[in-house]
């Protein structure tokens, strides 16, 4: 089978970064593959084994057709920014060398690499675009990704502050595609703080929208239930109903009191003040049920 080759690296994060657009050159050079070390910036947390293999057998076939972006470490060795998992597969394939591109990039472009590299793959699950997306937000703030989400809601509570920076959200967010950053935060931000158990779940998945409505269960025993009934197709309002139980209706307040008035020793534990005043209630009752109240 014959893989298509994904846009260059760099390409969407033209405007964004300075000088990033020169990613778009082709790969000049080749290195070690025992040379690369992990990005410290990866966004994605899992590589599918099955999904690895399939890669590594077609890198076999026909190499690595997409360069890996990385930059210098002490040493003379490289860290990885964009292309690990191609990377991984060329080591299971039995590669000893990959090609490369190599930039000199700071801390915060390496960040933002990373983060686009992954967005433009065709199997990017929610969770990863999630990730991918945070770390955009956090290199446009300045700020760390644990502050990110927290930040951009402050922005959108109080857009006069600081429209500058509003822009430069809008900028980076309407450059990847499909989101803005106030949609992200409202609709999708949430998936990062549910259990790990429901983050694979997305991962391996699992719709979003049933992963925050099972996220709100009080106890795993409730959790790993709606688990079970989303993977047997319940839908998001199904699950919600299991969620919270079924609904009781409402009380009739006429049968209630009624009940409470004949409760004698209820009655007996009323303080004075308490006493008397239901029982004005009580008078003001009875006119109104014998049409003697007052409009």
Do not use: C
């Not at 600081?162 to 967010?173: G, H």
């Not at 949609?183 to 983050?199: G, T």
């Amino acid at each position: 089978m014959t893989r298509k080759a994904r846009p260059v690296v760099g390409s969407r994060l033209s405007g964004l970064v300075a000088g990033i657009d020169t990613l778009a050159q082709p790969a000049t050079t080749s290195l070690s593959t025992a040379l690369l070390d992990p990005g410290e910036f990866q966004p994605r947390y899992y590589f599918n084994p099955d999904a690895l293999d399939d890669l590594a057998r077609s890198v076999r076939e026909q190499g690595v057709l997409q360069p890996l972006l990385v930059r210098p470490l002490p040493g003379g060795r490289y860290e990885i920014v964009a292309g690990e998992r191609r990377w991984r597969a060329a080591r299971q394939a039995g590669l000893s060398e990959v090609p490369v591109l190599i930039r000199t990039l700071t801390d915060s472009e390496a960040r933002l690499a990373a983060a686009v590299e992954n967005l433009q793959r065709e199997n990017l699950n929610v969770m990863e675009e999630v990730r991918a997306k945070l770390q955009v937000a956090a290199v446009t703030l300045g700020i760390s990704e644990d502050a990110a989400v927290a930040r951009m809601f402050a922005l959108d509570r109080h857009a006069e502050s600081e429209p500058a920076l509003i822009e430069e959200l809008d900028a980076a967010f309407g450059a990847l595609g499909r989101e803005s950053w106030r949609s992200f935060i409202r609709n999708r931000a949430a998936l990062l703080n549910l259990p790990e158990d429901l983050q694979e779940a997305v991962r391996t998945g699992l719709d979003y929208r049933k992963a925050l409505v099972i996220g709100r269960a009080a106890t795993p025993d409730l959790r790993a239930q709606l688990l079970e009934a989303a993977a047997s197709g319940a839908t998001v309002k199904q699950l919600r109903q299991l969620l919270h139980g079924p609904s009781l209706p409402n009380p009739d307040v006429f049968d209630t009191v009624s009940r409470q008035l004949r409760d004698r020793k209820g009655l007996a534990r009323l303080e004075p003040r308490q006493r008397a005043r239901a029982e004005k209630l009580l008078r003001q009752l009875s006119d109104l049920l014998s049409g003697q109240a007052e409009d």
